[in-house]
């Protein structure tokens, strides 16, 4: 079994910054992708930012410039500096991250959620 342990999340105003950490944890040969995902009150989980093997990562219109995605692949720890916060990214934020394990080669694993709000 594959655990994601989020971290990092809270209140911040508006124009501060939050970094946010995810471990995984449990029994992984190696961890493909990993990346941020957010669910604003009353909508849908959107993409925030993902890192992809090799280096590449990629993020939403709404967040370039302001966050930046990193990861520490001994670690098996990826996270989310958040900088210039506004009120619409209080959301909750999810980690995601892709395992290959004993027995698949690819299986998507969630975070609980970490609550970000921004607010004055």
């Known amino acids: 079994q594959v655990q994601l342990e989020e971290s990092g999340g809270g209140l911040v105003q508006p124009g501060g910054s939050l970094r946010l950490s995810c471990a995984a944890s449990?029994?992984?040969?190696?961890?493909?992708?990993m990346g941020w995902y957010r669910q604003p009150p009353g909508k849908q989980r959107e993409l925030v930012a993902v890192?992809?093997?090799?280096?590449?990562?990629n993020y939403a219109d709404s967040v370039k410039g302001r966050f930046t995605i990193s990861r520490d692949s001994a670690k098996k720890t990826v996270y989310l500096q958040m900088s210039s916060l506004k009120p619409d990214d209080t959301a909750v934020y999810y980690c995601?991250?892709?395992?290959?394990?004993?027995?698949?080669?690819?299986?998507?694993?969630w975070g609980r959620g970490t609550q970000v709000t921004v607010s004055s």
């Open positions: 890192w992809s093997p090799g280096g590449g990562t």
């Open positions: 995601n991250a892709d395992v290959h394990g004993p027995g698949y080669f690819t299986r998507a694993y």
């Open positions: 449990g029994t992984i040969f190696s961890v493909n992708h």
